[in-house]
Structures are given as structure tokens and as C-alpha cells.
């Protein structure tokens, strides 16, 4: 069975650029999230759905960030305009109704902002 | 103070050898806990959930005292495929919080 797909794998980008991070969860998961991982924080919650509703968005750094979920299938994680301190792995997880913090992780994004 | 604390290590033991590591929190409202491990440059992936009365997997075995505030987990006869980054997770209110990690090496 496939896990938690995402692309890209790798993103280098120039400060002031857009940067689109894609996520497609395990079918039948209910819960998507969205994680962002840095030596100096660990790993922090961004956003999570509940199918394809966004529940909790409280760890969004700030209104650089954006997340969608236009169907079960599909996730993005935007940043305009993005920032150097963006830099990180970017990891998408999903999980099942009834098990919502047994996450199944993607391989991640890493992502660099010169 | 953080809400979930680990000590980061690195733990340095020897194959075969048993090893333990406790994460404390600090919200006494926290409901659920689990174990996960990440190895490096990879993606965290759950180890084991940890139930009020302990639970045991194999070699491992989580504990949680919730007088205390802490969870633990043991690994015994450490094989050099243990050694990864052991993340500490609870989860509060629908919020959950992940700590920054115990990393363990094992060494032959």
C-alpha cells in the first residue's frame, strides 16, 4: 500500500518566491496534517483537517502561511512570500477516525530559502 | 517551561545492553501519549501508544505515571538498529505536542 505521498522532495528557493508543498494522505484517512521540523524547535504542528475541514490552525506561523484540502485526496501548504527562517522539513501525516494521533508521516519537504 | 520536555542525549550504550529514557509534561489535562522514532534524515513513525496500565512490545516497554507526569520507555537488548531519535507525544485537547527527542546510539 502507498503511504503518505509528498512532493516535492527537495525545494530550493530565493527569498520573496512562492513555495507550493504538495501532500496526498493514505486513502480512507480522515485526519491530515501538516508539521514543520527544525534542529532549534522539533517538530510543530502547523494545521490539521478533519475531513478535508481545517480544525486547527493555531500553529500557522504567520499570514505567509496557507493550507488547503479541496478533496480527501489532496493537500497543499503554501508560502508567499517565503523567508529564509522558512527553511525546514515539511512533513504531512494522515491518520484514522478514532486514532487521530496514531499519524502516519510522508518522507517530507526539505525546503531552503537563500 | 515547555510543555513536553526529553532529555536529547545522545545515549551512548552498548549492543545488547538495556536502556530507559523518560519525558516529562507539564499539563496534569494531557489524555494520550505515545512513543514514536525517527532515524535521521527520515520521517518520525509511531513505536507504541502508551496505556495507563503500561504496555510492552517485544523488547519495548512504555510506561506512564501520570502522578509524576512522565512517560518512559525501555528497551532491552539493544540491537544496533535501535539507534534513532525516540520522540515523546501527548496529546491534550485535541492539540498535541510533540518533544524534541531522545536521540540513542548503540554501539557494537
Known amino acids: 500500500d502507498a503511504g503518505v505521498i509528498q512532493s516535492p522532495r527537495h525545494e530550493v528557493t530565493e527569498m520573496g518566491q512562492e513555495v507550493t508543498l504538495r501532500c496526498k494522505p493514505i486513502?480512507?484517512?480522515?485526519?491530515l496534517f501538516w508539521y514543520r521540523q527544525t534542529m532549534m524547535r522539533g517538530l510543530e504542528l502547523l494545521i490539521y483537517f478533519n475531513n478535508n475541514v481545517p480544525i486547527d490552525d493555531s500553529g500557522m506561523p504567520e499570514d505567509r502561511f496557507s493550507a488547503k484540502m479541496p478533496n480527501a485526496s489532496f493537500s497543499t501548504l503554501k508560502i508567499q512570500p517565503s523567508e529564509p527562517r522558512d527553511s525546514a522539513v515539511y512533513f504531512c501525516?494522515?491518520?484514522?477516525?478514532?486514532?487521530?494521533?496514531?499519524?502516519?508521516f510522508g518522507p517530507g519537504t526539505r525546503l531552503t530559502v537563500t | 517551561r515547555k510543555e513536553v520536555e526529553q532529555d536529547p542525549g545522545p545515549f551512548n550504550v552498548p549492543e545488547g545492553a538495556t536502556v530507559a529514557f523518560n519525558c516529562t509534561y507539564s499539563?496534569?489535562?494531557?489524555?494520550?501519549f505515545f512513543w514514536y522514532r525517527q532515524d535521521c534524515r527520515k520521517e518520525p513513525k509511531l513505536l507504541m501508544s502508551?496505556?495507563?496500565s503500561g504496555n510492552e512490545d517485544g523488547r519495548f516497554t512504555a510506561q506512564l505515571n501520570r502522578a509524576s507526569q512522565y512517560i518512559s520507555l525501555l528497551i532491552r537488548d539493544s540491537k544496533l538498529s535501535d539507534s534513532a531519535t525516540y520522540l515523546c507525544v501527548v496529546n491534550r485537547d485535541d492539540k498535541i505536542i510533540f518533544g524534541k527527542g531522545t536521540r540513542l546510539h548503540i554501539l557494537p
Open positions: 499539563n496534569s489535562a494531557s489524555q494520550s
Open positions: 502508551v496505556y495507563s
Open positions: 486513502s480512507g484517512h480522515d485526519y
Open positions: 501525516a494522515s491518520s484514522l477516525i478514532g486514532q487521530p494521533y496514531e499519524q502516519y
